[in-house]
């Protein structure tokens, strides 16, 4: 059974830092591209940084590419997001999935930066 769980959101002052975890089970994340995704209030979810099985390339949303990264460990079969220079802006739903989204969705850690 697939699972997902997020976790390490909170709320964070404007240019703090966050690292969000993402515990994968009922998949090797070594066998695909994973990605982090976010959902802000009366938006979209959107794709913010992927990185491919083993972490030989990576792209970002032009939103937060400098400032975010995405690491892997998949020996531990989970997946981070480090996060740096937080802005209001960033205050979302995060989520972590394949690229593409394509497992169930787990239910997210919300992260909150006050200006």
């Known amino acids: 059974q697939v699972q997902l769980v997020e976790s390490g959101g909170g709320l964070v002052p404007s240019g703090g830092s966050l690292t969000l975890s993402c515990v994968v089970s009922?998949?090797?994340?070594?066998?695909?591209?994973m990605g982090w995704y976010r959902e802000a209030p009366g938006m979209q979810r959107e794709l913010i940084g992927r990185?491919?099985?083993?972490?030989?390339?990576?792209d970002y949303a032009d939103s937060v590419r400098g400032r975010f990264r995405v690491v892997r460990d998949n020996a531990g079969n989970r997946l981070y997001l480090q996060m740096g220079h937080l802005k209001p802006e960033d205050t979302a739903v995060y989520y972590c999935n394949t690229d593409g989204g394509l497992q169930p969705w787990g239910q997210g850690t919300q992260v909150t930066v006050s200006s």
């Open positions: 009922g998949f090797p994340i070594s066998d695909t591209s």
């Open positions: 990185t491919t099985a083993w972490g030989e390339r990576a």
